[in-house]
T-cell receptor
Framework: DTGVSQDPRHKITKRGQNVTFRCDPISEHNRLYWYRQTLGQGPEFLTYFQNEAQLEKSRLLSDRFSAERPKGSFSTLEIQRTEQGDSAMYLC???????????????FGPGTRLTVL | AQSVTQLDSHVSVSEGTPVLLRCNYSSSYSPSLFWYVQHPNKGLQLLLKYTSAATLVKGINGFEAEFKKSETSFHLTKPSAHMSDAAEYFCVVRGDSSASKIIFGSGTRLSIRP
């Protein structure tokens, strides 16, 4: 399977613990995105990378959140001191950089569902 | 600023009947518009996209959408619903090349009655 993969698929943790999620994009894609999706809502943009450079971060990404893409391939999203409000589905997507039309399709992974007790 | 409104949180149709999922947008720029589908336990999949070419856009699985600038709408349609179409559908607007300006609607859950 050459799609976007995410690990783990589910994570249950206690409030105050740290968690780390991993995303492996499609290998030819140099852009990687993180989104958060809460129940009954659409995904909300968190951050994105072009190669190893983190180019944009949403205001939703508090200082407890950090994302890395050290070698321009896989990415990790860490949440420190988790809170119950962090419970959500965390989605990763990858794409080529924009083409002449200015937009390229993002391919999404299945997500990591986080539950903070 | 960009925003997107999906006018129905839930739509239910009978198998074989037409599907209409409504989406209205606002954008300061000439927008790019997308429809994604999300099946349970699967990743979001692109159905179709509008990027200022033809206003009637055909996508996968028989879906199509028409960009109407005067109505700021981008409704998704399918002539005949299939049981496998049952899923959550998201309308997405992107106002410029900034990734942070990708705005998802709140979704429309499509149910198909046998």
């Amino acid at each position: 399977d050459t799609g976007v993969s995410q690990d783990p698929r589910h994570k249950i943790t206690k409030r105050g613990q740290n968690v780390t999620f991993r995303c492996d994009p499609i290998s030819e894609h140099n852009r990687l995105y993180w989104y958060r999706q809460t129940l009954g809502q659409g995904p909300e943009f968190l951050t994105y990378f072009q190669n190893e450079a983190q180019l944009e971060k949403s205001r939703l990404l508090s200082d407890r959140f950090s994302a890395e893409r050290p070698k321009g391939s896989f990415s990790t999203l860490e949440i420190q001191r988790t809170e119950q409000g962090d419970s959500a589905m965390y989605l990763c997507a990858s794409s080529f950089p924009p083409s002449g039309s200015g937009v390229n399709e993002q391919f999404f992974g299945p997500g990591t569902r986080l539950t903070v007790l | 600023a960009q925003s997107v409104t999906q006018l129905d949180s839930h739509v239910s149709v009978s198998e074989g009947t037409p599907v209409l999922l409504r989406c209205n947008y606002s954008s300061s720029y000439s927008p790019s518009l997308f429809w994604y589908v999300q099946h349970p336990n699967k990743g979001l999949q692109l159905l179709l996209k509008y990027t200022s070419a033809a206003t009637l856009v055909k996508g996968i699985n028989g879906f199509e959408a028409e960009f109407k600038k005067s109505e700021t709408s981008f409704h998704l349609t399918k002539p005949s619903a299939h049981m496998s179409d049952a899923a959550e559908y998201f309308c997405v607007v992107r106002g410029d090349s900034s990734a942070s300006k990708i705005i998802f609607g709140s979704g429309t859950r499509l149910s198909i009655r046998p």
